[in-house]
C-alpha cells in the first residue's frame, strides 16, 4: 500500500520559515519522481518543485526558486521542504506527490499518488 504522510504545515507571518516533510511508504524512490504540489480553494493543483527519480538536483517553480529548498533522504524515504521568506501568496494545502519515473511529466501537476495534505498558511 502507497503512503505519503505530511507534516510541518503551520501558520506563519510573512518573512518566516516552514519546514515541510513527507514519509514515503510502499513506493520505491528509484521508479518514482517526487512532487511537492499545492491547491488553494476554488483553483487547481499547482505544481511547486520535483526531484527525478535517479538525480538529487531539484526543480522549481519560478516564484519559489532561492525561497524553496527540496530535499530526500533515501534512507528514511523521507522528502522534505524547506521553505523560507513566505508570503501571504504561499498560503495552500501542501501535497507530497508521486509521478511514475520517464512519464515526462516530471516539472508539471500531474501526479499518480499524493498524500492528505498539511495546510500553510501566511498572514499578516
Known amino acids: 500500500e502507497v503512503q505519503l504522510v505530511e507534516s510541518g504545515g503551520g501558520s506563519v507571518q510573512p518573512g518566516r520559515s516552514l519546514r515541510l516533510s513527507c514519509a514515503v511508504s510502499?513506493?520505491?524512490?528509484?521508479?518514482?519522481?517526487m512532487k511537492w504540489v499545492r491547491q488553494v480553494p476554488g483553483k487547481g493543483i499547482e505544481w511547486v518543485s520535483s526531484?527525478?527519480?535517479?538525480?538529487?538536483?531539484?526543480y522549481y517553480q519560478d516564484a519559489v526558486k532561492g525561497r524553496f529548498t527540496m530535499s530526500r533522504d533515501r534512507a528514511t524515504n523521507t522528502l522534505h521542504l524547506q521553505m523560507k521568506t513566505l508570503t501571504p501568496e504561499n498560503t495552500a494545502m501542501y501535497y507530497c506527490?508521486?509521478?511514475?519515473?520517464?512519464?515526462?511529466?516530471?516539472?508539471?501537476?500531474?501526479?499518480?499518488?499524493r498524500g492528505q495534505g498539511t495546510q500553510v498558511t501566511i498572514y499578516s
Open positions: 506527490a508521486a509521478v511514475r519515473r520517464w512519464s515526462g511529466e516530471l516539472l508539471n501537476s500531474k501526479i499518480d499518488f
Open positions: 510502499g513506493l520505491p524512490f528509484s521508479t518514482y519522481d
Open positions: 526531484l527525478g527519480s535517479i538525480s538529487d538536483t531539484p
